[in-house]
């Protein structure tokens, strides 16, 4: 049975975006030590535990990943006033920030901040049927010029202020559900696999800097040189206007990722694997390296068998993301099943073409 | 016919399998150690345990292509196929062309509305990707659904054919000459050196093969073997062409991904020169090959790429002149010989 | 520093031929090292055997520029970019050819509105296409000639400040670390300007455990009273460009640095630069990869100004950062 839909809110009202991952870490720090027998954080910030399997010889080495950084924004210029000026770490809907709450981290502490734009009553209409760009937004801290200036300094990072919402249906809606929906889905894996005997060794990797870049995977993918590398990624939940193969209906199940990024025996092992152990799933189409540590794996080094799974979420990049935790549950069933399954053989045939 | 063979195989990007086989048959002919990687490049190697400078020659098996996304519903689009591009298909020269789709190679037509149908206002822009549909003669989605899938694989259906004066046209010559040209280097090369031939994959979606291939190989001098954009037609001045179909393989001086290293791209055309093969540059910056991703890989790589004209590169009906492959052969197989000879020190 | 930066601007040397700033720099830095070599992309490696873990230095050598593609029947020649260079900055100019060659760029007269490098040609004076061929053959590379000027003591304006001030500045901390006994090393990197393409190769061969990489940071005092970043105001600690963020240890220990020496700090977030911070932070299984600078006023791709007594407190904190990682 699901574990941990509490620890799931608590990592969504975490702060750390690309490069200050920090407070994310620490509050998964405990729930993997339960797990991995060895612990540790790279260079670049990439929290990895080490489950290994049974077995003599050389085992299967898997590596899974969810990145936990969320999209943020960086000062980047102090106005008169004391209006800040912001430049983004990650993909953000400048229309989507409008009068969003936010935090400011500074050395002095987190100061409470909103994004402002004119009201309608000032806008004259030629303005207003036209979308703010990220260079026009500004936060307001209500607080003197002066006092900003002593507190803040340009290059602070910025985050989304907003607490989940229990919305119907087991449905939850929040900032920083990407990925930190794919971080439960690993910890919920985690907590199925103890139950379960498994030849391959699995790193579990909290990754850094995806949404700049994938660069925590890049390092992670280099330094643990896996036979396999999963990704676990959140993907576009089915709204209207989206593109059939671009939607995928929550609760429909698990997205699965198939292309050229993705090696192809692994693809279809997950989709053997969620048929047998019956984990509902959608097959995700995709005819280029894909926005998604699985991108970076596939070319890391002398190259590596990568592939992509995880749940559909809709309103992706805003402060209002929904997941249904059913969806998240399925995808650890899936991911658990596939690394208790993982043989000698299989990495065998990842060279069979 | 080898030519014939490969620009005829399916093999759109990230399904290259119709040309692994055609490529590993060719090098198990040959002899020569030969394996596959997880990736599915194919890496054979002549002399890999010679002491001495290690030579990569790339080339890549793929072409751009098409992946069904959708199979169409009820009245008017039923048994329709929606579809995207794998790699960097040009749109305006999808709509009214013949395609092959799936492994059963079932065969289709890229339609869309009638012109007597459009607006003004719609028949003075390209026809957008999204309006475009293959049909491949479904009655429903049912029908549809029995032969084909969404995530199969489609290319165009052209056909090779050699033209008077040496000059052939088919589809994929970008990159299928580029596998020609290293297979036949392969063959006539004989000598002291150790040579590396990477066959990649999906090169048209961001060199993602070459740059497994090259950190497994380690090479100190690798040359990308590629098809390159020619645009000697009416109307262009002699700045708009970047090269000339007929006057020889061309040479690199900078491309989107590569600032040539001078000293190896004169080394090329030195030899060139030297033995009376007919060479040119590559007069423009955009574009880019395998080796765009090979020289940034591991401690770095000096080399470069040698390419032949190809017309209308990433469209269905490309043309070449045969004289431009073979010279290009008859290059390869020279610089391997200097530089087996000492004629380059990196 | 002065004189010294005043010869390694005098190069020309857009990405791809570096080969004549990196001998200079080398020849500077060798009698500090252990060894010296430059590798397969151009990147001038210079590295000290020491105690603890291993740092690299690092400043890009090259410049964004211009390069031959093509030559005309009548002896006339059409460029490219080599990085970002927009056309009309050439319009009228001299550009120098890394062969000494000098050449004046023309406009065409019939093309108006946003030029592009298709409406511009090179005399160089030639009467022929041979003759071009022998002035400036296609792939010669050049960069727009701008006299090179000191205001003051301090104040340097010219082409290539950025970032031959960089490499005179690593080459210093180099020099500085080295004398203490320190692991470190120091690469100047090549092909910058196109897209940091070389920085990586040159981590993956040293494999540091830090890096600290000196770059220019565009100043913006010439349009703000309160400028993000001002020549004069002290060196400056870059947290986010296109390529990398600065690690948050990192961060800490340049600005306790900073606090010790009592040195003022200013901070860059770059919405356009690629710096080769990000290839070197990502090299291999990653290092701590920090980005420092100092304010440089920029005036297009070949003209900025930047003040010395900057680069010299860059110096102390590049210095006094190190020493903290290293022990």
Known sequence: MPKYLSVFKQLLEAHGGPGFEEDVRNLILPHLSEYASQIWTDPLGNLVGLVPGVGEGRRPRVLVSAHIDEIALVVTRIEAGGFLRLAQAGGFDPRALVGQEVLVHTQSGRIFGVIGAKPPHLTP????????????????LALPEEEVRSRVRIGDRVTIHRAPLDLLNGRIAGKSVDNRASAAVLLEALALLKGMAHSADLYAVFTVQEEVGLRGARTAGFGLAPDIAIAVDVTFGAFPGQAPDESFPLEGGVAISFGPNLHRRVFKRLVDCAEKYRVPYQIELSQRPVGADANAFQISGPGL????????????????????????????????????????????????? | MLLKELTEAFGPTGFEDEVRGIVRRELDAMGLSVRTDVLGNVIAS????????????DAHMDEVGLMVTHIGEGRDEGGLLRFRPLGGVDPRVLVSKPVVVGERRIPGVIGAKPVHLQEASEREKPIPMEKLYIDIGARDAEDARRHVKPGDPVVFATKYEELPHRMAKAKSFDDRVGCYILLEALRRWKGDLAVFAAFTVQEEIGLRGAHAAAYQIEPDIAIALEGTVAHDVVDTPSHGQSTVVGKGPAITVQDAQTVASRRFAEFLWETAKARNIPVQWRRVKGGSNDFGAIHRIGKGVLGGAISVPVRYIHAPTQVVSLDDVMHAVDLVVAVLDEIAKGGFRP | MKDWL?????????SGSEAPVVKALLDDVREAADETWVDALGNGMARKRGHGPLLMLAAHVDEAGVMVIDIDPRGYLRLVSVGEVHARECVGRQVR???GATGLVHADPAKQGDLDFDALVVDVGARSREDA?????????????VPVVTWGQSLVTGRAVDNRLGCAVAAEVFRKLAASGRNVCVAFTAQNAVGARAAQAAAFQLEPRYALVIDGASADDMWHDHPAIGLGKGPVLKVMDRATVVPLEGKRAVEDAALRLNLPLQYEVSREAWSDTGGIQLARAGCVAVGLGYPVRRAGAFAMTADLSDAERLVDLAVATAEAWLG
């Not at chain 1, 207003?128 to 990220?134: E, G, P, V």
């Not at chain 3, 061929?133 to 727009?144: C, N």
Request: hydrophobic letters at 45%; proline letters at 6%.
């Open chain 1, 125 to 140: 209409p030629s303005e207003r049927s036209k979308a703010a760009k990220l260079e026009d937004l500004y936060v307001d």
């Open chain 1, 305 to 353: 068998a990568a592939a992509l799974i995880g749940p559909p979420i809709r309103y992706m990049h805003t402060s209002v993301e929904t997941v249904a935790y059913d969806d998240i549950w399925q995808c650890a069933r899936l991911l658990a099943h596939y690394v208790a399954e993982v043989d000698a053989a299989q990495v065998e045939e990842l060279t069979c073409y």
């Open chain 2, 46 to 57: 002549a002399g890999a345990h010679r002491p001495g400078l290690r030579v990569m020659l």
């Open chain 3, 6 to 14: 005043m010869r390694l601007m005098d190069f020309v040397a857009p």
């Open chain 3, 97 to 99: 050819f890394t062969n």
């Open chain 3, 133 to 145: 061929e022998r002035i400036a053959p296609i792939g010669t590379a050049g960069a727009v000639e």
